[in-house]
């Protein structure tokens, strides 16, 4: 099993960062890289992360995974202070932004819960009922993709 004694340092190693951040070291760079995540140097010039950047390591994960690029997220991670460690309202402003997109996403994969769930394994392709269900592909004027399922 894996120590996970809390060690309440300032800054950390690469490999304390990545353990503590749940991303690998070359996922770190690669933030880095990107100029999503800043370190400082030691002497000996060796990495060393600020805890405050593990909020925005969590901050691009959380965001990748709600389907957000990493362009969008490095503009918005770009308004934060960089004088200081972001405080609550500046990550509710930069939150509040995607509202509207993550509520809509949220709609979306719950009518793709609830209208798939029940189209898997039964095949009936009803006209009344079934949301896959698009007789002579009348809803290829609406655009591409499986439109029922998208317009929530
Ligand atoms: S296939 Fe039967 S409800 Fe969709």
């Known amino acids: 099993m894996k120590d996970v004694t809390l060690k ?3 800054h950390l190693t690469v490999g304390e960062f990545a353990d ?3 991303v690998s070291a070359p ?4 933030y880095e890289k990107r100029g999503l995540i800043t370190s400082e140097r030691t ?3 060796q990495r060393r992360y600020s805890r405050a950047e593990l909020r925005r390591v969590a901050f691009i994960r959380t965001a ?3 389907g957000l690029s990493l362009d969008e997220i490095a503009s918005a991670l770009a ?3 960089d004088a200081r460690t972001p405080n609550k ?9 995607w509202q509207d997109r993550l509520n809509a996403k949220i709609r979306t994969l719950e009518n ?3 209208e798939l769930t029940n189209c898997i394994g039964c095949g009936c392709l009803s006209l009344k009922s079934c949301a896959i269900a698009n007789r002579y592909d009348e809803l290829a004027a609406q655009g591409p993709g499986p439109r029922r399922l998208l317009n929530t």
Do not use: I
Request: aromatic fraction near 10%.
């Open 20 to 22: 503590r951040a749940g």
């Open 89 to 97: 309202a500046d990550w509710q402003r930069l939150s509040s932004r």
């Open 64 to 66: 990748q995974k709600v």
């Open 79 to 81: 308004e934060l202070p």
């Open 112 to 114: 793709l819960r609830d």
């Open 8 to 10: 309440f340092q300032d």
């Open 27 to 30: 996922t770190l760079r690669f």
């Open 43 to 45: 002497s000996g010039n």
